[in-house]
């Protein structure tokens, strides 16, 4: 199956200050979802925000809430991301205490539930919970920080999980690193979603953002192996229901 090629910029990387004009930005560029990064200094070595600032920004696009959780434990806050407006609710398989457990309450709450794995992490760690999924994201930098370089050995893991989806209905998202120079390589491998921070909002068009993004959509479509047959499909909007294939 060929799926449509949906990019995510992360607004880890935004100007905080102006956060709802960057993301009114964004919202005219063409990017697919809003990636939204939370990290809680224990699980991850940094702080970027919460629940309440996803509520605060959630009025502003009607472009769906890809929320990427690096918090342990992750299971108490579950509820207050979808009351915030999570379209998508990413947990890490490293988190703990209980994978299959924190996704049946994602879906429980109406949410896409979403795993990530470290640079570190072997796809087998999703091995029995493939039927639980709607997403799987490859960190391809230690997760924590944007601006780090992307890690070529997690190509080879991209690829691997791409056959272990099959025909799933399960997007396979790539976050760290991303760039318009190794997009082809990672749609190659087998994604369909790309995150992208730096490479958006510094990205070599400055703070032309449409440029920055169509670039990398460009390299992706390049690379994506087989080539669509179908290019009626498109990305869900928020408020059409949970289709996010
Ligand atoms: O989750 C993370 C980092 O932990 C990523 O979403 C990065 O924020 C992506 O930023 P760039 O690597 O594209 O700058």
Not at 47 to 74: C, E, N, Q, Y
Not at 150 to 170: D, T, V
């Amino acid at each position: 199956m060929t799926r449509e090629i949906l990019i995510a910029p992360s607004i880890l990387a935004a100007d905080f200050a102006r956060l709802g004009e960057e993301i009114t930005a964004i919202d005219a560029t063409g990017a697919d979802w809003i990636h939204c990064d939370v990290m809680d200094g224990h699980f991850v070595p940094n702080i970027s925000f919460g629940a309440d600032v996803i509520k605060a920004i959630r009025p502003v696009t009607k472009k769906v809430f890809d929320v990427h959780l690096m918090i342990a434990p992750v299971d108490p806050y579950l509820d207050a991301f979808a009351k915030a407006g999570a379209d998508v609710i990413t947990v890490h398989a490293e988190a703990g205490p209980h994978l299959d457990r924190s996704l049946q309450a994602i879906r429980a709450l109406g949410k896409k539930a979403g795993v990530s794995l470290c640079p570190a992490t072997p796809e087998s760690a999703i091995e029995y919970v493939l039927d639980r999924l709607d997403l799987v994201l490859v960190m391809t930098v230690n997760p924590g920080f944007g601006g780090q370089s992307f890690l070529e050995s997690q190509l080879e893991k991209i690829a691997r999980i791409r056959s272990m989806i099959g025909e799933r209905p399960i997007r396979l998202e790539v976050d760290g690193g991303v760039t318009r120079d190794n997009a082809a390589a990672v749609a190659a491998a087998g994604a369909d979603t790309l995150v992208a921070g730096s490479a958006v909002f510094r990205g070599r068009n400055s703070a032309d953002y449409a440029a920055n993004i169509a670039a990398i959509r460009v390299a992706a479509e390049a690379g994506r192996v087989p080539k669509p047959q179908d290019s009626s499909v498109r990305p869900m909007r928020a408020g059409e229901g949970v289709r996010i294939r």
